[in-house]
Structures are given as C-alpha cells and as structure tokens.
Antibody, heavy 113, light 107 residues
Framework: QVQLVQSGSELKKPGASVKVSCKAF????????VNWVRQAPGQGLEWMGS????????TYAPGFAGRFVFSLDTSASSAYVEISSLRAVDTAVYYC??????WGQGTLVTVSS | DIQMTQSPSSLSASVGDRVTITCRAS??????LGWFQQKPGRAPKRLIY???NLQSGVPSRFSGSGSGTEFTLTISSLQPADFATYYC?????????FGGGTKVEIK
C-alpha cells in the first residue's frame, strides 16, 4: 500500500544543517509530486514548497528559498529537504505529502544550543 | 498571495451536533480547495478534495461545498473521533496556502 516514511527526529545546534528524507512505497514515485509542510510547535500548517518528481524541478514558497533545498533520489524513491544555517525558529515538525492524499509521519527537527 | 481565512478558530460541540467550518479565499480559486483533519501528534489527513469530493475511506458525515471564494466543511453528526483540528488548503495558485485551522473541542 502507499506509504511515505520519513527519517527520525533530529537535534541540531544553531548554524548546523539537517537533511530530512521521505521514502515512498507502493506507487510509481515519479508519477506524483511531493510537497513539504512545516508545523511549528502549537502552530498551523505552512506550505514550504514542492518538487516535481518527474523533472526534479522544485517550487519554493516565499521564505523558503535559499536555506531550504529540495532534492530527489528517484532510484531510491526518495525526496529530501535540506535546511542549512539552522535557527531556533526552524524548530518544527516537517511533513512530506504525496500530492496531498498521503502524508509521511512527520520529522521533528529541534534546533537548540 | 491568496489568503485563506478560516472561521471559527475554535468551537465546542457535543456528540451528534452538526458542525460547519468556513474558509474564505481572498480571491477566486474555483474549486481548488481541500480540507484536512489533524489529531494531536499525527500527520494531517485529507477529507475533501476539489471542494466537494469525499476522499476514499472518509465517513459520509463529512461533506464539503462552495466554489470561488467561499467554502464550507460540514460534519453532519459529530462523533468522538472527529474532535481534532481542521484546515483548508487552496491549491489554485502558488504559493499554496492553508487556512489558520479550526480546533473542534468537546463541549
């Protein structure tokens, strides 16, 4: 069955980088785009952007271009978001979603010194 | 950017109540709207797509309506499993935007 499985929680220091993975199972990976969503503690959902898994072309929401980079490994049916120069405000749960119908379980990234 | 204004931000209701949540778009988005349910500590789950289409496996007590700028999610008879936070999402144009959420609590 369709599943998106994300990498585990991360604890990082300010200024470090983190790469969150999202591995797809049960469908043809390149047939559906992958969206990334951020949810800060106690807050709502925020669309970070998406990546076309057929072309590899990313689209970033305002505020997510620059330190956030979406990438793919189609041979591994996986999508990634790498966040550089981490700040405390990046502390959040990060979700991937297949064209909105299936979601990963979320990855908590905590940025703290 | 299209702003999605969701109301109310929270509500208290009893099991069996009819519940209505509204999303208003700052400009027309045709029927490019989805509704999501999120329970604490869990990923969101899509309930409705295309404004009024029920996601497979979602109970029929959930329904969506509207087009253009005004949209409604209705729960016809609230069940214990429905206490959660609900979000709308417009996918009409980039950047995609979520509503602020509606927390449905037990009265």
């Amino acid at each position: 069955q369709v599943q998106l499985v994300q990498s585990g929680s991360e604890l990082k220091k300010p200024g470090a980088s983190v790469k969150v993975s999202c591995k797809a199972f049960g469908y043809m990976f390149t047939h559906y785009s992958v969206n990334w969503v951020r949810q800060a503690p106690g807050q709502g959902l925020e669309w970070m952007g998406s990546i076309n898994t057929n072309t590899g072309r990313p689209t970033y929401a305002p505020g997510f271009a620059g330190r956030f980079v979406f990438s793919l490994d189609t041979s591994a049916s996986s999508a990634y978001v790498e966040i550089s120069s981490l700040r405390a405000v990046d502390t959040a749960v990060y979700y991937c979603a297949r064209d909105w119908d299936f979601w990963g379980q979320g990855t908590l990234v905590t940025v703290s010194s | 950017d299209i702003q999605m204004t969701q109301s109310p931000s929270s509500l208290s209701a009893s099991v069996g109540d009819r519940v209505t949540i509204t999303c208003r778009a700052s400009q027309g988005i045709d029927s490019d709207l989805g509704w999501f349910q999120q329970k604490p500590g869990r990923a969101p789950k899509r309930l409705i797509y295309g404004a009024s289409n029920l996601q497979s496996g979602v109970p029929s007590r959930f329904s969506g309506s509207g087009s253009g700028t005004e949209f409604t999610l209705t729960i016809s008879s609230l069940q214990p499993a429905d206490f959660a936070t609900y979000y709308c999402l417009q996918r009409h144009s980039y950047p995609l935007t979520f509503g602020g959420g509606t927390k449905v609590e037990i009265k």
